[in-house]
């Protein structure tokens, strides 16, 4: 079974910084992709950034570029968001996101999702 376990969310003024982290466990066999998602009261949940495995290339939401960073750590299964300049509709419960392979004998790709860490900014 595969876990993707959050932290570091929390309540932030606006303008400050939070850093969320996300761990992959359990059996899996090779990761593609990581990233993180939010979901807003009353919104779709929407990408906010993915990385590829080894960062070889990463993909912002336009409402985050310059602010959020997204880094991988390829040893540890982890990503991470660093989040700057924090704005009140950042505010979201933030999930983290694997597409990878269980086992080497998976016939495909698999979307592992996080619980979700919140993260809320006020103004």
């Known amino acids: 079974q595969v876990r993707l376990v959050e932290s570091g969310g929390g309540l932030v003024q606006a303008g400050g910084s939070l850093r969320l982290s996300c761990a992959a466990s359990?059996?899996?066999?090779?990761?593609?992709?990581m990233g993180w998602y939010r979901r807003a009261p009353g919104k779709q949940r929407e990408l906010v950034a993915t990385?590829?495995?080894?960062?070889?290339?990463?993909d912002y939401a336009d409402s985050v570029k310059g602010r959020f960073l997204i880094t991988e750590d390829n040893a540890k299964n982890s990503v991470y968001l660093q989040m700057n300049s924090l704005k009140p509709e950042d505010a979201a419960l933030y999930y983290c996101?694997?597409?990878?392979?269980?086992?080497?004998?998976?016939?495909?790709?698999?979307?592992?999702w996080g619980q979700g860490t919140q993260v809320t900014v006020s103004s």
């Open positions: 996101y694997a597409n990878g392979q269980q086992y080497s004998w998976s016939p495909g790709f698999t979307d592992y």
């Open positions: 359990g059996s899996i066999f090779s990761i593609n992709t």
């Open positions: 990385i590829t495995r080894e960062g070889s290339s990463a």
